[in-house]
């Protein structure tokens, strides 16, 4: 069982960059992969990124690819995306979700076992 909780959105111009974080509690947290989803307001939930259990690999969407970072520090039980060059498509509500599968399934699933509650970020242009 894992435990997730997100932090960090909020609201920013065009360009500007925010950090989010995902707190996970739970014993296996070194064991999964964690992923950021994004939900637009009347879209589906889409992949952002992925890493793997020890950090090793990681995957992103074209539509982030070179803008965000995804890292993990598995002696705080944390992941963080770093959005840099944010865009105005970029506003959703932001997920993470963790998974015993690997991270590669996780982007081309879209989709994990356990979720956080989400954060919204909101970028203005």
């Known amino acids: 069982q894992v435990q997730l909780v997100e932090s960090g959105g909020g609201s920013v111009q065009a360009g500007g960059s925010l950090r989010l974080s995902c707190a996970a509690s739970?014993?296996?947290?070194?064991?999964?992969?964690v992923g950021w989803f994004r939900q637009a307001l009347g879209k589906e939930r889409a992949f952002v990124s992925s890493i793997s259990s020890s950090g090793g690999s990681t995957y992103y969407s074209d539509s982030v690819k070179g803008r965000f970072t995804i890292s993990r520090d598995n002696a705080k039980t944390t992941v963080y995306l770093q959005m840099n060059s944010l865009k105005p498509e970029d506003t959703a509500v932001y997920y993470c979700?963790?998974?015993?599968?690997?991270?590669?399934?996780?982007?081309?699933?879209?989709?994990?076992?356990?979720w956080g509650q989400g954060t919204q970020v909101t970028v203005s242009s």
């Open positions: 739970g014993r296996a947290f070194s064991s999964v992969a």
């Open positions: 979700a963790a998974d015993f599968a690997t991270a590669q399934l996780m982007a081309r699933r879209a989709t994990g076992t356990y």
